[in-house]
């Protein structure tokens, strides 16, 4: 089978859009599949007066394992209100065709909803193939955080009709999670919506001693206030969104109990200069790291330094990196909210707190100070996450493929 998958994001852009299609094409690319993933150039500068430099469309293939990746990147600009963030020129619309007409894909498959996410919809339409979208961003929240000079009411009727576009066209849509797969309901859509959360790949939990005491050995030297202290972690972007100002106030509740606690954040987005700022007035800003950006295949020495993963945001679709860390082993303390809720399912794995500043602080600390209840939770987060494997979910992901081929073949005959 050829599956294209278009998005607006990928990675050097690091989210759960870019982690969600990198994990699914090595799993079916291992299986015999081809995989093609168009998304925007990142490979672009800027000169003195700030035009952009180098941003024609280009090919590349990523290797995985004696297979490969095909991956279209097309010639974008600039977005004014995100820097991490890029959007495919709509002239680019040509050359993507060009290039998917040689690959000929069997399935679209569709992880987001701007300019490639329409992309991605046309072309299916053009040439008549199946279309699957995976609804990854509850718009009517995002639009309320980030547009808040526009009534509520108008924010959230945007939001909607952004993923309104998709869902009208989509032969099949995936629900990452129930509560996604409710929200699309009382959208009007039912008979064609399955619930499939991205998978979690063994590779995360991979670890070499050699290269654990050299990447220990550079942390203690970029921040010594962590050597032998006990360590909360947060990995993932650093937006308004992720609620992160409530982890330093959460941290200075814990340490009015274990007073040598230090939080680290690994990540880095729009938000991270505001977020340091706030951190350099507080009293115990020296137990306060930031890391800035990591690369994948450092994340498993991120978590095995920690003690506790520690995850305020209200606003998450998957929850993707809170299972990244119970493969592990690391408990979590989270809020249970929207994709939170349906991966945590209770306290399975840590504890799934209210958005309440003392319950938090309090879970964290018994998790500090109760080794038994440590080794509990520990043990736990490494059985709980077995449910979450890639193989399983790139099994139902296929046969999502097949359906959408099978229906549409059926509607053309």
């Known amino acids: 089978m050829k599956i294209a998958m278009f998005a607006d994001s990928f990675f050097p852009r ?21 995989v093609c993933i168009v998304c925007p150039n990142y490979n672009t500068k800027r000169n003195s007066r700030h035009k952009n430099l180098n941003v024609k469309s280009y090919s590349e293939i990523l290797e995985y394992e004696g297979h490969n990746i095909y991956v279209f990147r097309a010639a974008s600009d600039n977005i004014i209100w995100s ?13 993507i065709k060009s290039y998917l007409d040689n690959f000929k894909p069997d399935v679209i498959h569709v992880n987001s909803e701007y300019v490639m996410g329409r ?28 547009a808040k000079f526009a009534p509520k009411a108008i924010s959230r009727f945007y939001g909607r009709e952004i993923s309104l576009y998709l869902l009208r066209r989509a032969d099949y849509i995936i629900a990452p999670t129930i509560r996604f ?32 005491t050299r990447f220990f050995n550079h942390i203690h030297k970029l921040f010594p206030v962590v050597k032998k202290k006990p360590i909360l972690l947060y990995v993932g972007r650093v937006a308004a969104e992720k609620n992160l100002y409530f982890l330093l106030d959460m941290l200075g509740e814990v340490r009015k109990t274990v007073k040598d606690a230090v939080l680290v954040i690994v990540g880095d987005g729009g938000e991270l200069p505001a977020l340091k700022a706030k951190a ?27 003690d506790v993963f520690v995850f ?29 809720l349906d991966v945590m399912q209770g306290d399975n794995g840590g504890f799934m707190v209210k958005n309440d500043l003392q319950e938090f602080s309090q879970k964290v600390i018994a998790l500090l100070q109760d080794k038994e209840l440590h080794e509990q939770k520990s043990k736990e987060a490494v059985e709980w996450s077995k449910k979450w494997s890639i193989t399983e979910t790139t099994d139902k992901l296929i046969a999502v493929y097949e359906k959408a081929i099978n229906s549409h073949l059926k509607t053309k005959a």
Not at 14 to 34: D, H, P, Q, T, W
Not at 140 to 145: G, I, R
Not at 188 to 211: A, R, W
Not at 323 to 333: D, K, S, Y
Request: charged share 20%; with cysteine.
């Open 14 to 34: 690091i989210n759960g859009v870019s982690v969600s299609m990198l994990s699914f094409a090595r799993e079916l690319v291992k299986r015999g599949n081809e």
């Open 181 to 212: 797969q409710e929200l699309i309901k009382n959208y009007g859509f039912s008979d064609n919506v399955i619930v499939l959360p991205t998978g979690i790949s063994s590779e995360i939990s991979i670890y070499d001693d050699k290269k654990a």
């Open 312 to 340: 305020p945001s209200l606003t998450e679709t998957q929850g993707l990196v809170t299972l990244e860390a119970m493969t592990i082993g690391l408990p979590v303390v989270a809020i249970g909210e929207m994709g939170t």
């Open 119 to 146: 992309f991605g919809s046309h072309y299916a339409k053009h040439r008549h193939l199946p279309l699957v979208y995976t609804f990854h961003t509850y718009w009517e929240e995002y639009c309320e955080q980030y």
């Open 83 to 95: 820097d991490e963030d890029r959007y495919a020129k709509y002239t680019s619309w040509h050359a």
């Open 280 to 306: 350099s007035k507080l009293p115990y800003s020296w137990n306060i790291c930031f890391t800035g950006y990591c690369n994948r295949d450092e994340l498993a020495y991120y978590y095995k330094m920690a």
